[in-house]
């Protein structure tokens, strides 16, 4: 691994000061934008806004304060950058499937034409909304998982940062529609998750492809997303279950099913081979003193 670089070590002020400016410009920054794209779907609104005021902010906060660029949050790019990528996107395409195949396959569900025509496959849609979900993804791991997260990690350490961020992600999803107490929770696994994905490898791209993967993978059944309905593929998943399976109207991600998969992509990361890369705002290390006339050697 490169050697870690150097940085001057922020109090807790300094550290208050840094991410509270970055969570405040996203949220005024993300309603100003959104506002800007209201007349396009919901989806696109949202996902868009907060890639781009995420961006804005990191690209400030980074430049200001740790005089960095944007990749020094996680988002240079290399073999294992790319690696990481696709590694992230199998798995959570994988637990989808196992989300969603598995119930299928013991006749809890079964996979039937959609009914709604807004569902119906399109090669122009699928690409619009596979574009808006990498977009969303990148958006929301930069602000969960970017400058603020990371300036904490390395101050307090992995226990002292990867929960609590999950929470504040399964508390920013509260105002979701058809919101359910599991989905709440599935959702701050997530959180937990994409943390500890950010861990292991040094870089942003681990946890994007994640939860592009998982996001991806949900509109092919039909099924909800975090409350928004986003058919893609002209079919939809038809339960035989009650909401403790099926997550009800929040989709996958409120079901019973769904934590087993995050646990299970737990395992599976804690175990996985990865090559983690340098990360800037954590790995840093205190500048050597300066030597001369009345300073310490």
């Given at each position: 691994m490169p050697d870690a670089t150097p940085y001057s070590k922020p109090g807790l002020f300094g550290l208050l000061l840094r991410g509270g400016l970055f969570?405040?410009?996203?949220?005024?920054?993300?309603?100003?934008?959104?506002w800007l794209l209201s007349g396009s779907s919901i989806l696109v609104a949202a996902a868009m806004s907060l890639f781009i005021a995420a961006t804005l902010a990191s690209l400030?906060?980074?430049?200001?304060f740790e005089r960095g660029?944007?990749?020094?949050?996680?988002?240079?790019?290399?073999?294992?950058?790319?690696?990481?990528?696709w590694l992230g996107v199998g798995g959570g395409i994988v637990a989808a499937l196992v989300t969603l195949v598995?119930?299928?396959?013991?006749r809890m569900a079964s996979i039937e034409p959609s009914t709604d025509?807004?569902?119906?496959?399109?090669?122009?849609?699928l690409l619009l909304v596979s574009v808006v979900l990498l977009f969303g993804a990148v958006g929301e791991e930069m602000m969960f998982r970017g400058y603020a997260f990371q300036i904490l990690l390395r101050a307090y350490g992995p226990w002292w940062v990867i929960p609590p961020f999950g929470v504040l992600f399964a508390l920013a999803h509260l105002e979701n529609m058809g919101t359910n107490p599991l989905g709440i929770l599935n959702t701050g696994l997530w959180g937990i998750l994409f943390?500890?994905?950010?861990?292991?490898?040094g870089d942003l791209w681990l946890p994007i492809g994640l939860h592009f993967g998982w996001n991806w993978t949900l509109p092919l059944f039909g099924v909800n997303l975090s409350g928004f309905t986003m058919g893609l593929s002209g079919y939809t998943l038809r339960w035989k279950a009650g909401p403790l399976?099926?997550?009800?109207?929040?989709?996958?991600?409120?079901?019973?099913?769904?934590?087993?998969?995050?646990?299970?992509?737990?395992?599976?990361?804690?175990?996985?081979?990865?090559?983690?890369?340098t990360a800037p705002l954590v790995d840093a290390?205190?500048?050597?003193?300066?030597?001369?006339?009345?300073?310490?050697?």
């Open positions: 969570l405040l410009f996203i949220r005024y920054a993300g309603g100003l934008i959104g400030f906060v980074v430049r200001t660029r944007l990749e020094d949050i996680g988002m240079a790019w290399s073999p294992s950058s790319l690696r990481h990528l598995v119930p299928v396959g013991i025509p807004a569902n119906a496959f399109t090669p122009g849609k943390g500890y994905a950010f861990y292991r490898s399976w099926s997550g009800g109207d929040y989709g996958a991600e409120g079901s019973i099913l769904a934590t087993i998969s995050v646990l299970l992509l737990g395992v599976w990361l804690w175990r996985a081979s990865l090559e983690r890369q290390v205190p500048p050597e003193p300066e030597s001369g006339p009345g300073k310490e050697l």
